[in-house]
């Protein structure tokens, strides 16, 4: 006999709609302020570092990488690809993906990527700044979704990832649209909040090039509340009877553009156009707009801006993970936000390495302490039935740790003389004067901002680059 449960329906819909809401929020959608990833994305470059996959080693083929990445993904291998060509393509400004072979273009929605088994793939050099000192960090991992394997919840990023490259999203009942800014200006800025010095607005810059309007409202929107829609248009040049369209707004793509000319044209709006072609190839995107004898050209370029998506706009809605909470934040906050974390990230970092030092010079301290008594060591070493009984006679001899004992008992016989133990010493020495500089680097905020700027001083000179969508005057 079979008995029925009756179940409040707002208990089933706490139980399950609302994680289920909680997941695609925190696992899937809206990306972390601190390393500007998503879970997916977190995963793929953890699993890349894990099999050392680097800028300066060999590509191996993505269906490799993919199947590393099952390992903490349980998505599957689609989604996987997925996300790694568009870490590999221009939908970013800064690939974090080094690939080899067809990886498609934000710019067209009808040529896929290549099969995972045709292309290669490894990580660009820049994704090094997310990955650096992650070793560091084992206390802040978790296990994965079987629990055979550890990934960490956040990597130390150098740098503002999550305003370096666009990121959009749509959770349950909560959604994220982030656009990209130039890496000069977003580093330029993240030093002024470092001193304290006030930060200057920034209009977006996109992978596909283009203009963006000026709008000092939704600028200045956009700086301190995270939201404000920016209007776009694609970038060109007049040729006769011909207008060559060679950067489109981000948010458009060819074939939008083309079928919304033609459709247009038919529709008698647009009666000045007597063909358009996509010309797409090596030498780089063009669209180009054939006009019909004695057509105004300039007049016709504005047309095409107010019909078809050669205008476009990205609305921004900066919603972020923020201590695993997604929260709407302004440019300024995303960033001072960011810095806090660093600061968490480096004294981390720095109590991991005192950590390493206090453990041996506590060991090089017990050497120390048996240096007058080395004939005593050595034969209680030789004697002894065993270990314990070593570690306990040398206890008794001198007070030392367990610690310090066994590392003396485990010692080569030919190491215990004093020149050996002098050498030591200098090490001990060394040591003690590191742990004094890491401490007083640890407690020191002047002194931790100072190891963040450096940083963003050198990748703005390695790395960084002029705008690639220009600033518009919309007037």
């Keep these: 006999m079979q008995l029925s449960k009756t179940v409040e329906m707002h208990d089933l819909l706490e139980k399950n709609v609302l994680s289920y809401a909680r997941y695609t929020i925190t696992d899937r959608a809206i990306p972390s302020l601190e390393d500007g990833l998503k879970k997916i994305h977190r995963r793929i470059l953890w699993s890349m570092n894990l099999d050392k996959l680097h800028h300066n080693k060999p590509r191996t083929k993505s269906a490799n990488a993919v199947g590393s990445v099952l390992r903490f993904s349980p998505h599957g291998d689609a989604s996987v690809y997925d996300a790694m060509v568009r870490l590999a393509n221009d939908s970013v400004m800064l690939p974090l993906m080094d690939g080899k072979g067809a990886f498609s273009s934000v710019t067209t929605n009808s040529i896929p990527a290549g099969s995972a088994r045709y292309t290669e793939i490894r990580m660009s050099e820049f994704t090094q700044l997310l990955l650096e000192g992650v070793e560091k960090h084992k206390d802040s991992m978790v296990l994965n979704y079987d629990e055979t394997r550890l990934e960490p919840i956040v990597l130390p990023s150098q740098v503002p990832m999550i305003l370096l490259n666009p990121n959009t999203g749509i959770a349950m009942g909560i959604s994220s649209s982030i656009c990209s800014f130039n890496i000069n200006e977003v580093l330029d800025n993240t030093i002024a909040l470092l001193n304290n010095k006030p930060t200057v607005p920034m209009y977006p810059d996109f992978p596909t090039g283009g203009s963006v309007l000026t709008n000092e409202d939704v600028l200045e929107s956009i700086k301190t509340e995270g939201k404000g829609t920016f209007r776009l248009r694609a970038n060109y040049k007049i040729n006769k009877n011909e207008i060559d369209f060679y950067e489109i707004p981000y948010t458009t793509t060819r074939e939008a553009i083309i079928n919304s000319v033609i459709k247009r044209v038919e529709d008698g709006e647009l009666n000045e156009v007597a063909n358009i072609n996509d010309n797409t190839g090596v030498k780089g995107l063009e669209i180009t707009v054939t006009a019909k004898r004695g057509a105004n050209m300039e007049q016709l370029v504005e047309k095409l ?171």
């Design 305 to 475: 801006f107010k019909l078809t998506p050669l205008e476009s706009t990205f609305s921004g809605n900066f919603m972020v993970l923020l201590d695993d909470k997604p929260v709407q934040l302004g440019t300024d906050d995303i960033l001072k936000n960011w810095i806090q974390f660093r600061i968490k990230t480096i004294i981390a970092e720095i109590e991991y390495d005192l950590n390493i030092k206090k453990k041996r010079g506590h060991l090089l301290l017990g050497l120390h302490k048996v240096k007058d008594k080395l004939t005593e060591v050595v034969q209680i070493i030789r004697n002894s039935k065993n270990d314990k009984e070593a570690i306990t006679q040398l206890q008794t001899l001198v007070e030392l740790s367990e610690e310090q004992a066994e590392y003396i008992a485990e010692m080569k016989l030919r190491n215990l003389n004093k020149d050996y133990i002098e050498v030591r010493e200098k090490e001990l020495q060394r040591l003690v004067e590191e742990i004094k500089e890491l401490e007083e680097l640890k407690s020191s905020e002047t002194n931790l901002k100072e190891l963040i700027q450096k940083p963003l001083e050198d990748i703005k000179k390695k790395h960084g680059k002029e705008r690639m969508t220009q600033i518009l005057d919309s007037e």
